[in-house]
């Protein structure tokens, strides 16, 4: 989902689903019934009458998806696991749910401390952001689905920063996308003659999120950003803001 420009919350028990729903309105909604702490019934009467996404489009995911678990409750769909992820797309667009179509971010770093922060940074200024924990899938993500811009760390194991780059530059998708290192690391001078030819600019980490933001505007103008400048935008009765679509 986040590959195709979703902004997703993914949580892994009824109690954190439920908080969530407590708090943010979602466009949509994948539930499987098979859950730790409760059953998808009991959770489906909890968001539907807790009110904040009581008319949210639900899409039954499990390994047996017809239960029962929708009688009382409008679900949308039903889906089987394991789900073909076309049938699912299929699914939450004809329930009116669409992917943000603005360029989205991959963030490749272990830290997950500095995942969360570059994830909230950059969807708070518009962007649908993936986020990985290694660079052998960050490979795999980049070449799947090329993103707009990549936000790379240098340290990481097995395959660092400086390998990726070499081995994505080597690909067609990848030889001119923008990358951003950012990184805790002390880049020694042959290293960062060796980033002047494969990367857009290096960031340290220590120097804050917001040099990170202002190097990425460089090359990939902020969509909020964007949209706020547009004095059309508003005549013309458009939210000024867009957003991606947010599936729980």
């Not at 892994?12 to 730790?36: Q, V, W």
């Not at 959770?43 to 009688?71: K, Y």
Request: aromatic share 2%; hydrophobic share 45%; glycine share 8%.
């Amino acid at each position: 989902l986040s590959g195709v420009g979703y902004l997703v919350e993914a949580v892994e028990t009824g109690t954190e689903a439920l908080a969530r729903c407590r708090t943010s309105s979602y466009d949509a909604i994948t539930l499987d019934l098979l859950l730790p702490d409760t059953n998808g019934h009991d959770l489906l009467r909890a968001i539907r009458e807790d009110g904040t996404n009581a008319d949210t489009p639900v899409i039954i995911v499990s390994v047996a998806p017809n239960s029962g678990v929708g009688v009382g409750f409008h679900v949308h769909d039903m889906l089987c696991k394991p789900v073909v992820a076309e049938t699912l797309l299929a699914t939450l667009e004809h329930a009116g749910v669409s992917p943000n179509k603005s360029a989205h971010v991959l963030v490749v770093d272990d830290d997950p401390r500095a995942r969360k922060l570059a994830e909230q940074a950059l969807v708070g200024a518009g962007f649908s952001v993936v986020c990985v924990a290694n660079a052998e899938d960050g490979l795999t993500v980049a070449l799947d689905v090329p993103p707009a811009a990549i936000v790379l760390d240098l340290l990481m194991p097995e395959m660092n920063g400086l390998e990726f780059l070499q081995r994505l530059r080597q690909t067609t998708p990848g030889h001119r996308t923008p990358v951003i290192v950012w990184t805790a690391k002390d880049v020694s001078p042959e290293e960062r003659d060796k980033l002047r030819v494969t990367a857009q600019a290096v960031v340290l980490k220590s120097e804050g999120i917001a040099t990170l933001l202002a190097e990425l505007d460089a090359f990939l103008p902020s969509p909020i950003a964007s949209m706020s400048s547009s004095e059309g935008s508003m005549a013309r009765g458009l939210d000024p803001v867009s957003r991606g679509q947010r599936v729980g």
